[in-house]
């Protein structure tokens, strides 16, 4: 399949009728990016990062508690460095039509241990805030996700987009550049927000 007109517009819609800022998180983005740690990980990130992922309902599941989640995490902190160092790093200023999951799975992987469990949300959320043009989001309540790892998301939302017709692609993001506004941070993930967009359509249509 490819995204469609049809698809963004019901995506638009129904964004429309959730709390969900009507910049299309183009804010958050701003925010995040100030406060990205760089692959520097450490505790006081964590205290914030951890609010922002609670927020965003990263952290719900039976036992995983804010103590639970922040013990896995501070064992993890050279761990998510490294793989920051391997698998972002050389990704900055890339999206996810030119980075292969390959080439970014290892800081995936080493960030679904923290939580360990099978949902790919929480994974796609903690990556998305850190690396959002390549890593997209998963929202199962708004997406209808029925992919049960974070890799078939990606590499899904991945071949979605190449199998886009070019100048569909071009319209949609241009469109999307309009409604979020002259203030459009230079990092903001037009990419997967386009494709996030268009899969809340599909499966609210």
Known sequence: MSFTSKEFDEGVRYWGTTSWPCDFH?????????????????????????KELARWKATRG??????????????????????????????????ISVVTWNQVEVFADTVAEIKDVRSPVFTSKFCHFLLPQVFPVVDNRAMGNRLSTYR???????????????????????????LIGAGKIRTYPTTNKVAELCLIGRHQS
């Not at 995983?64 to 998510?80: G, I, P, S």
């Not at 071949?159 to 692609?169: C, F, G, L, M, V």
């Open 62 to 95: 039976k036992g995983k508690t804010h103590r639970y989640l922040t013990a896995r995490t501070h064992a993890r902190f050279e761990a998510l460095s490294q793989a920051w160092s391997t698998g972002c790093e050389p990704n900055l200023g890339k999206d």
């Open 152 to 178: 078939s998301h990606f590499e899904f939302v991945q071949n979605e987009w190449i199998s886009t017709p070019e100048a569909t692609r071009a319209s949609l993001c241009a469109r999307l550049d309009r």
């Open 26 to 50: 183009n804010d958050f983005y701003r925010q995040m990016t100030e406060q990205n740690p760089q692959g520097k990980f450490d505790a006081p990130w964590w205290n914030s990062f951890l």
